[in-house]
């Protein structure tokens, strides 16, 4: 079966028809030609495919495309306009890349824990709900801890998320 759905991706609104089966990661990748999340595990356990949906990182390769009819999708590409996004900056500063593949995914989860920090979102190791969360290494790790990097940039990506923190 067919859905008709309509995306803003990058702040470009794209219209395409899929099956109800489709995931957002394929409706992205092989319909739209949107290369930036990419598929590593295609299930939602390496963190290569985040966007930042609706203003919140997400998982694509775990969402159904007509789920998200309307929404807006903002991929690591679209993040930088006529300068590079802080966050993206700081990881060519720290390395914080070998090969490549995971750092949109990387960055794009960067980008929204850094906003769910600021909002005072709690996680595992919060000690309590906080208005001004301490982002330090136990911190970052914790909320990144769903990127994967086959690579072993992690220093380069602690480093990276930890200047842009303070930018």
Do not use: W
Not at 17 to 29: E, K, Y
Not at 38 to 67: E, F, I, M, P, Y
Request: charge should be negative; hydrophobic fraction near 35%; charged fraction near 25%.
């Amino acid at each position: 079966m067919e859905a008709h759905i309509t995306l803003s991706v990058d702040g470009t609104e794209r219209s395409i028809d899929v099956d109800t089966r489709t995931t957002l990661l394929d409706a992205l990748r092989e319909r739209l030609g949107v290369t930036s999340p990419k598929k590593g595990c295609d299930h939602g356990q390496c963190g290569s495919c985040t966007v930042l949906l609706d203003g919140r990182r997400h998982l694509t390769c775990l969402a159904l495309a007509v789920a998200h009819d309307g929404a807006e999708i903002v991929t690591a590409a679209g993040l930088a306009g006529d300068d590079l996004h802080p966050v993206q900056r700081a990881f060519l500063d720290h390395d914080g890349y070998q090969c490549g593949y995971c750092t949109p995914g990387q960055v794009c989860s960067a980008v929204g824990m850094l906003d769910e920090a600021k909002q005072g979102h709690p996680s595992h190791v919060t000690d309590d709900l906080v208005a001004d969360v301490d982002l330090d290494d136990d911190e970052i790790r914790e909320r990144m801890s769903g990127n994967l990097c086959r690579c072993g940039a992690y220093v380069g990506i602690l480093d990276a998320i930890r200047e842009a923190a303070t930018a």
